[in-house]
């Protein structure tokens, strides 16, 4: 595996880049200056909230390139590249539907911030570490921002329990399992691999010069862009038959270990 000509490093966050305790290792920050020495381009991609991702990362922010919301929303050096709203008609309807499903909070994300109504409130401990900047509102009526995605969390399972409902809306929404808790609902063109290529074509990189991480479903349009795709050691069987490598888990410094072959 020749590794020579990489410019360009993608990697997911939550169950990639940071560990079970949802932190990014001293080591991937160290790794990250020799990179950045190197002239290759560092970008995040994540079903997380902007702030949340900035804020885990808040000492390299100013050097990388943001894919957030899974791909609705694009940002570097806090100057917005790209974002794909969903239609305030849609989100209505699909709340509705959501809403009649047991054991679920639901969070309506937007550029700025991140909407949780009353009514899922209870979950609000378990939502917080992905949504670093959110309002609880009494009504999602009360919300007039542009929404780019809608998330939802399932104290089970998401992939058991809300897919199979929301999924017979897939021709209108791009519907993906995020998480063994989470399934988010974006624009049908919004996903990290569309992302990933305005990215590509911004810096003019090629699918041989990128280098992607990646371990659950929402990975898998931006693992299938680049000749180096790794899926992580923990990662769901279907992203391990899409990637073309595997790496560690991320308790096991799994990005880590593939970087310093790359350095």
């Known amino acids: ?17 940071l560990n079970s305790k949802h932190q990014v290792s ?3 920050f160290e790794l990250f200056h020799k990179l950045n020495d190197k002239g290759i381009q560092f970008v995040a991609a994540s079903g997380r909230q902007y702030h949340s991702m900035a804020s ?35 989100v209505n309807r ?7 499903i047991d054991d679920v909070g639901i969070m309506l994300c937007g550029k700025s911030t991140s909407y ?3 009514s899922s409130s209870k979950f609000l401990e378990d939502l917080v570490e992905y949504y670093s900047k959110y309002e609880v509102v009494e009504s999602f009526d009360f919300v007039q921002e542009e929404i780019v995605k809608i998330a939802v969390y399932h104290d089970v399972s998401s992939e058991l329990y809300l897919y199979p409902t929301v999924q017979n809306y897939a021709k209108d929404v791009l519907v993906k399992v995020s998480g063994r808790h989470w399934m988010d609902i974006n624009h049908i063109n919004a996903h ?6 305005k990215v590509m074509n911004a810096f003019g990189v ?32 279907k992203v391990k038959k899409v ?9 096991n410094y799994g990005v880590e270990t593939i970087l310093e072959q790359l350095l």
């Open 26 to 28: 001293d080591r991937f």
């Open 243 to 251: 990637a073309r490598y595997e790496t560690k888990d991320n308790n």
């Open 206 to 237: 090629n699918p041989n010069e990128v280098l992607v991480f990646g371990d659950y479903y929402n990975d898998l349009e931006m693992l299938e862009l680049a000749d180096f795709s790794f899926a992580m050691a923990n990662a769901h069987p």
């Open 94 to 100: 699909l709340v509705r539907i959501i809403r009649d």
């Open 116 to 118: 949780f109504d009353s």
């Open 192 to 197: 990290k691999g569309n992302a990933l290529k």
């Open 1 to 17: 595996m020749d590794l020579s000509n990489i410019k360009m490093v993608v990697s997911d966050m939550d169950g990639t880049l």
């Open 56 to 90: 885990k990362l808040h000492q390299i922010k100013d050097s990388i390139v943001f894919i957030a919301e899974n791909g609705a929303i694009i940002r570097q050096r806090e100057k917005e590249i790209s974002s794909t709203p969903l239609a305030p008609e849609l």
